[in-house]
């Protein structure tokens, strides 16, 4: 008996259900925090704000939420929007070249005075009188959610910091990929027929859902490289290894710095990019991404 009903390649219904996942996947991984938290006093009075967070605990709601939350929405679609064909719609069937993966890490890592550039304007964010409290909200949540990144990554421990790697680069880095570039960008490519614009629309989802509006427009420049990447590779695997990496040199960049491998003012270095070096990276970045694009064309044409 099928636990799953085909919808026949119909997108909207997809994403219907895909809203349908993340909900069921958000329940079940909140029934499961729930649970251990009744299983663990330390750990519920966390929960329920009686004592402050800790490492342990924000890395136990990784553990918990990550995988539920994001796999759950990609599972279901993937089995009913092209029954048979999951892993061909979510491009992760589709191997890729060891030249791809090359160019697709040289454009992140060459984009990155762009991308720190768009984070300075970011920075300078201003909302009208009349959104005061809206503003200080953002900024309430964007000092929180760092002070809670940083809780995490800032340790002396090289086990701890494999930890961090593989939780907030390889789970973030497989899951996010496979909810947003495998199903949302495919999904609206089906649906609009427009594949740049369901590229765009992607990335401001991406960007939007991490509800940190002080660094929006970076996040927007790093969901459009990963969307493009996924769509002119033609396979998912670029768009995967880039985000885990990409997420992995910051892990590493904090814990360089707490450790004082390098300068603790490395990143306030990053803060005042002359714009002749953001767009010189901005074009050596669409450089790569054009060479990607070209290796893909040239192995499809030979296959």
């Not at 009208?128 to 200080?136: F, K, T, V």
């Not at 199903?183 to 990335?203: E, G, K, P």
């Not at 953001?278 to 970045?285: N, Q």
């Amino acid at each position: 008996m099928k636990l799953y009903i085909p919808i026949n390649g119909n997108p909207m219904k997809a994403f219907l259900l895909m809203l349908g996942g993340l909900f069921t996947g958000y329940l079940i991984a909140f029934a499961l925090i729930f649970f251990a938290a009744k299983l663990n006093a330390p750990f519920g009075e966390i929960l329920f704000h009686q004592a402050p967070v800790t490492a342990e605990y924000v890395r136990w709601m990784f553990v918990l939420s990550t995988p539920l939350t994001f796999g759950f929405p990609v599972l279901w679609v993937a089995r009913t929007y092209k029954p048979g064909q999951g892993l061909s719609f979510l491009q992760i069937n589709k191997p890729t070249t060891g030249g791809i993966v090359l160019f697709a890490l040289l454009a992140m890592v060459l984009g990155q005075g762009f991308i720190s550039l768009l984070g300075e304007w970011n920075s300078h964010l201003v909302l009208p009188q009349s959104l005061a409290g809206l503003e200080q909200w953002m900024k309430s949540s964007e000092k929180q959610a760092s002070d809670t990144m940083n809780l995490v990554m800032q340790t002396h421990s090289y086990g701890v910091l494999l930890l961090n790697i593989l939780l907030m680069a390889f789970l973030p880095g497989i899951f996010e990929e496979l909810l947003f570039r495998g199903v949302i960008q495919n999904l609206m490519i089906d649906s609009l027929r427009r594949v740049h614009i369901a590229v765009w629309i992607t990335a401001f989802v991406f960007a939007f859902i991490h509800m940190e509006f002080y660094s929006f427009l970076p996040r927007l420049a790093l969901g459009l490289l990963l969307g493009y990447l996924a769509v002119w590779s033609r396979s998912l695997w670029p768009s995967i290894i880039v985000h885990v990496v990409n997420n992995a040199m910051v892990v590493l960049m904090t814990f360089s710095a707490y450790n004082k491998v390098i300068s603790p003012d490395i990143e306030k270095s990053m803060e005042h990019i002359d714009p002749v070096y953001g767009v010189v990276s901005l074009a050596a970045a669409l450089w790569m991404l054009f060479l990607v694009k070209q290796l893909s064309d040239r192995k499809e044409t030979t296959q």
